[in-house]
């Protein structure tokens, strides 16, 4: 698994949650890019999404949901 070095991760807390998944989108393993890019071009819809309804967009575990969300530094899919 690929993970963002300490300095970028803290640069990447204080930036938006988009920003941050433009900024990784080429570094992540399939599963968690496609899950990326659903949340991406529909933001507006994925705000209100569960875990499983993002992932199932996706073609994408519910886990991977979560191991994207930790990546990009927070505690889960809520905190995004």
Do not use: K, N, W
Request: glycine share 8%.
């Amino acid at each position: 698994m690929c993970r963002i070095s300490e300095p970028d991760e803290i640069m990447l807390r204080e930036v938006r949650p988009s920003t941050r998944l433009r900024a990784e989108l080429g570094r992540l393993p399939d599963a968690e890019r496609r899950v990326a890019e659903s949340l991406l071009s529909s933001a507006g819809e994925a705000i209100h999404d569960s875990v499983g309804q993002l992932a199932e967009r996706a073609g994408a575990s519910p886990a991977t949901v979560v191991r994207l969300s930790r990546r990009l530094g927070y505690e889960g899919f809520a905190a995004v």
